[in-house]
């Protein structure tokens, strides 16, 4: 008898060890969730910066009509750099016209690449893109566009919102937050929350 309670006794001491131990990792696991949260869009630019005034341009798309870049429309404006030849850039163009249309409120798309003009007649109708596609050199060289798939977000009074390298749709997406908040990055907004929580911590 004496053994079968001293098994129960080890028995229930293992089992709230366990229950101490799991709790001890859940809450490691959600401040390692706090220190790897989402970066968004990378910034790499030496031509443009946040908040400075956008090119203002005029360019040809595709199908002929006249796009207006950074134009007084009351209206932001999301530039997405992109080539046929570029593999993220055909993964990402779903998600790119699903963030079009969700967005499609307060936020016009323009796709912009270079090269060929046939060869993006050719990608636009592989991908069954219906937004406007700009195939311009001058487009990219006035925005400091050095690596593909790249994107600009111009705001409603033509100032530039936030901009990165985009690898995924939650860069997308980190690019719209960070209008919203009025930060440059998403980077910044989560160094500004850290410091934030520091000055707390210590006061």
């Known amino acids: ?34 220190r790897v949260a989402p970066a968004g869009a990378l910034m790499v630019n030496r031509t443009l910066e946040i908040g400075q005034q956008a ?13 207006s870049i950074a134009s007084r429309s009351g209206r932001s404006q999301l530039l997405f750099f992109l ?32 090269g060929e003009e046939q060869d993006h007649q050719g ?28 994107a600009v977000l111009i705001d409603e009074n033509q100032r530039v919102a936030s901009m990165g390298i ?3 749709r939650e ?7 960070a209008k919203e908040r009025n930060v440059a990055s998403i980077q910044e907004y989560m160094n500004k929350r850290d410091e934030e929580r520091f000055v707390e911590v210590k006061s």
Request: overall charge negative; some cysteine; glycine content about 6%.
């Open 55 to 67: 090119p203002a341009l005029e360019a040809l798309a595709l199908d002929g009509s006249r796009i």
């Open 83 to 114: 080539s046929p030849d570029c593999p993220v850039c055909g993964e990402l163009t779903p998600a790119l016209m699903s963030a079009a249309q969700a967005e499609s409120a307060w936020v016009d798309v323009v796709l912009v690449s270079d």
């Open 166 to 168: 985009v690898n995924s």
């Open 123 to 150: 990608y636009v109708s592989r991908k069954d893109i219906g937004l406007p596609y700009v195939v311009s050199e001058l487009v990219g060289k006035s925005y400091g566009v050095s690596k593909l798939p790249y």
């Open 171 to 177: 860069h997308l997406d980190s690019l719209f937050e």
């Open 1 to 34: 008898m004496s053994l079968l309670v001293a098994s129960n006794i080890l028995l229930w001491i293992v089992v709230i060890l366990l229950a101490v131990m799991n709790y001890a990792l859940l809450r490691q696991i959600g401040v390692l969730y706090e």
